[in-house]
């Protein structure tokens, strides 16, 4: 039902017309991308008594439900925040245990994601992460790259200073050999050194339990995105929380510094 969808403008199908949970939904006022801080993990866990990272394996359930929704929504794209460059500062159980859990679920869901026409992508100092895991990661990119539907980034030792800082240093370097002038730096220019290059700016920023604060996360991308905060945990937030999400949304009146849209 997935599978080679994904066409351009958002228009729904009979399936998805039948489909309660979008009932709320206006097609015409869909985000073209959404990111996402999955937060509160270690204290939905917490909360019941186990241990940190049993909050970040229910996680995974989480976001495969996300993503499959923001399929089904035919949103272009979806950046999600799974390990920030300052998440190293954690236990190194807890650091280990995720590093685990990414290559996990990169065995368990490639086919799956392939499937779903999925071009997954993962932005940030790859470089830094566990040798085997950057190999799965190149692999799962390579694998999926001539497809055509929902761009999925994942953030992995990602920090927006850092990714601002690599594309500015990438750029002084043209500069220096003399493949560009610096007046030819320009937003068009900056957007195409960034990690999410080719990607459309971000509309949404979901955070999940309950801080209000961008971490870190898609600085530039987020110029001008809304922003949505709920106190529900992570591992607690279901389709119809994605879908609430979505009707804000559309509620939101974006004016890009200009004046009255809606
Ligand atoms: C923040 O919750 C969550 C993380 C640092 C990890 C996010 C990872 C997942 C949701 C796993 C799925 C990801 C992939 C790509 C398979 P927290 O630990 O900071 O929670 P707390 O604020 O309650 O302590």
């Not at 290559?103 to 499937?115: F, G, H, V």
Request: glycine share 8%.
């Amino acid at each position: 039902m997935w599978k080679k969808i994904f066409g351009g403008k958002a228009q729904p199908n009979e399936e998805e017309l039948a489909n309660p949970l979008f009932d709320r939904i206006n097609w015409e006022r869909l985000p073209r991308h959404v990111a996402i801080i999955m937060d509160g993990n270690g204290r939905w866990a917490q909360g019941r008594g186990l241990v940190r990272t049993a909050g970040h394996k229910a996680g995974v359930k989480t976001l495969k439900n996300v993503l499959k929704t923001a399929i089904d929504l035919r949103l272009e794209a979806l950046t999600v925040y799974a390990f920030s460059t300052e998440n190293w500062k954690r236990p190194r159980p807890e650091v280990d245990f995720l590093m685990k859990l990414f290559s996990d679920y990169l065995i368990k869901e490639l086919e799956e994601m392939n499937d779903y026409n999925v071009r997954i992508r993962f932005i940030g100092r790859k470089d830094g992460m566990p040798e085997s895991l950057q190999r799965q990661m190149t692999a799962a990119e390579e694998l999926m790259k001539d497809n055509t539907g929902i761009r999925f980034n994942v953030a992995a030792n990602y920090g927006g200073q850092d990714e601002l800082l690599r594309a500015a240093r990438s750029l002084a370097q043209r500069v220096a050999a003399g493949e560009l002038s610096a007046a030819d730096i320009d937003e068009k220019l900056m957007e195409a050194s960034l990690d999410t290059a080719g990607d459309p700016p971000v509309d949404l920023v979901i955070r999940t339990s309950g801080d209000q604060r961008l971490s870190n996360f898609l600085l530039w991308q987020s110029a001008y995105a809304e922003f949505y905060f709920t106190d529900t945990n992570w591992p607690d937030f279901t389709p119809a929380c994605f879908v609430d999400a979505m009707v804000e949304f559309a509620g939101r009146d974006r004016r890009f510094g200009g004046l009255k849209n809606t």
